[in-house]
């Protein structure tokens, strides 16, 4: 697939708690309501005027702290689908795949694209293009592909479920 | 070549006889965890078009998040909890007010030694202290889990810190974690299996072992492993319910990393705002002026912990414009802390006792700091915003300099009181 968007950029550390807070946690539980606080503790303007399609590029360590689900969800609900960063902390990469969000680890790519400029993102071919150039990043293992492809873990769990039960 | 634990923990939850770092394996974990987010992940769960959970029996699940329920939204969300443990037949299931979710599964032995724990709660790396492969997962993943029982896991590589030498009187696991991520970053361990060895590893306590593996989410680390000792396994034994087999890396495992510490050099720490490695030593931060001090988490809320803040705290008071808030991590503690009078100690200093659970750790309730107001916690996170608005900066320590700052309303070293 090929994402084309506009760019929020972001600095390295980006924790979970400013992502999505934790005060939020037990009190907003419908994924449309989630985009309304995304972000909201390291930039306000986002939720604000975030545009379906928008991308969001981070520096090292994206998504650290807390295993909260959440922090890609109100990424998702506010119709981001492609986050790309220097490196990502572990639970988030998992609930990106399984959220449906691609996550792109490209330290050159970041190093070169500018906040606020459209940037295409080619899921097929591996390839970052922007402003600066072309760059690109490691392919997904065939698995989380698959999960991707299928629109998150859940919609692939249920198709397979639905699958052998058939059978 | 020889085998890190983390290639042993998961060839054994794989059902394979070796596995090594990089290999994708579908794990079968022995305890499935999750806490106040199993009502959402039930929600989710409900979506794959199954009813029943595969496995209850491997179900752990504790309500600590908001305990007792701060609202009508809490309460709601945790008597769904309580009819999903009902309807599913859920084999573990600890009410409001047992403690928190990794406090109270090691004291029930729940999971055990050479196990495989996976939770939807970011610091079940917790369970290496007793030498299980604990690893946080995400909702969704839960749900998978109790259609499946099965998860994809990436085999990690691992990273070796060995700690030779003894500790210096007054300093703690909780200063050499801080130090570590300090020196390496938040990120110094990210997608890594840290193995803790060493003289100085060997010699902690039961409680203070806990320290380390728990604050290693806050140093990136998929997993933290420390070589189970005798008093481990015989404290394990005592509590489980079926048998189980310690595991150990051999000698000639591959680490991709090994850093060196001498315990001996290692003083008080604290982490500055906004970040578990923004640390710098206590004598540079000291006479920071602090309006509310917690003491608690499952990083630091056990009876060591709570005795160590009572030692520095008897005959003296919380000091005026300050709070002292103290809540233990799980029920046992807080009757073994009454048992041994600690906790008149600290009330009777003028500090607040909270019901066991999270407290204010992520911004929930009981303690939200007021905008400017600032907290010196034991807990293992000092993001911005964490403790639930942006404009109060969080400081993180030891107990007994969490103690010590109460009694001078000031970031304070207990030796100078």
Not at chain 2, 157 to 171: D, H, I, L, R, Y
Not at chain 2, 352 to 365: A, E, S
Request: one cysteine or more; aromatic letters at 8%.
């Amino acid at each position: 697939m090929i994402f084309s968007g506009r760019v929020w950029k972001y600095g390295d550390n980006v924790n979970t708690d400013v992502i999505f807070p934790g005060k939020y946690t037990y009190t907003v539980s419908d994924p449309n309501q989630m985009a309304k606080y995304a972000l909201e503790d390291i930039d306000p303007t986002f939720a604000k005027s975030v545009q379906p399609g928008d991308i969001v590029v981070g520096g090292s360590n994206w998504g650290n702290g807390s295993s909260r689900e959440q922090a890609v969800t109100c990424l998702v609900m506010a119709g981001v689908r492609v986050l790309i960063a220097k490196s990502i902390a572990r639970i988030y990469f998992r609930n990106a795949v399984n959220g449906g969000l691609l996550p792109v680890v490209c330290p050159e790519a970041v190093e070169a694209i500018q906040p606020g400029e459209v940037i295409t993102v080619d899921s097929e071919h591996y390839r970052v293009r922007c402003a600066a150039g072309e760059f690109s990043f490691p392919a997904l293992s065939p698995s989380l592909k698959a999960i991707l492809e299928a629109g998150g873990l859940i919609p692939m769990l249920k198709a397979k479920l639905a699958n052998s039960a058939q059978k | 070549m020889g085998y890190t634990f983390a290639e042993k923990a998961l060839a054994r939850a794989a059902g394979l006889p070796l596995v090594a770092a990089g290999q994708i394996v579908d794990a079968r974990p022995d305890v499935i965890l999750s806490h106040d987010n199993t009502a959402p992940i039930y929600e989710t769960f409900k979506k794959l078009g199954i009813s029943r959970v595969k496995n209850p029996e491997k179900l752990a699940i504790t309500l600590d998040h908001a305990v007792p329920a701060p609202t009508t939204k809490h309460a709601q969300n945790h008597a769904e909890v309580r009819a999903f443990v009902a309807e599913q037949g859920v084999s573990h299931f600890f009410e409001a007010g047992r403690g928190i979710c990794h406090q109270v599964l090691s004291e029930e032995g729940v999971i055990l030694p050479g196990e495989l724990i996976l939770g939807a709660d970011s610091h079940t790396t917790h369970y290496g202290w007793f030498g299980a492969f604990g690893a946080g997962i995400g909702r969704s993943e839960v749900a998978a889990l109790w259609a499946t029982g099965e998860l994809w896991l990436r085999v990690p590589e691992s990273m070796k810190v060995v700690v030779t030498g003894a500790w210096n009187p007054g300093v703690t696991a909780k200063d050499f974690c801080l130090k570590l991520i300090g020196d390496l970053g938040v990120d110094g361990g990210i997608y890594m299996s840290i193995e803790f060895h060493g003289e100085a590893i060997e010699s902690l306590s039961l409680d203070s072992r806990a320290v380390i593996p728990n604050m290693m989410a806050e140093f990136g680390a998929k997993t933290a492993y420390l070589p189970p000792t005798p008093a481990v396994l015989e404290y394990m034994g005592k509590r489980a319910r079926r048998p189980f087999t310690p595991l150990y890396p051999d000698p000639d495992a591959h680490y991709d990393a090994v850093h060196h510490y001498d315990a001996g050099q290692i003083e008080p720490m604290v982490a500055c705002p906004d970040s578990p490695d923004n640390v710098k030593p206590l004598s540079q931060v000291a006479g920071t002026p602090i309006q509310q001090a917690f003491l608690g988490t499952c990083t630091n809320g056990r009876i060591e912990d709570l005795a160590a803040a009572a030692a520095v705290i008897k005959g003296r008071k919380v000091a005026p414009g300050t709070r002292l808030l103290v809540i233990p991590a799980s029920s046992l503690i807080l009757n073994e802390a009454l048992r041994l009078g600690y906790i008149q100690t600290l009330l009777e200093a003028g500090a607040m006792l909270g019901v066991p659970g999270c407290g204010p750790c992520m911004g929930n309730h009981m303690g939200i700091p007021a905008p400017h107001e600032v907290t010196i916690s034991t807990a293992n996170r000092n993001f911005k915003g964490r403790m639930g608005t942006t404009e109060a900066p969080l400081y993180l320590s030891n107990p007994a300099v969490v103690a010590a700052s109460a009694v001078t309303g000031v970031i304070t070293d207990p030796k100078t009181l």
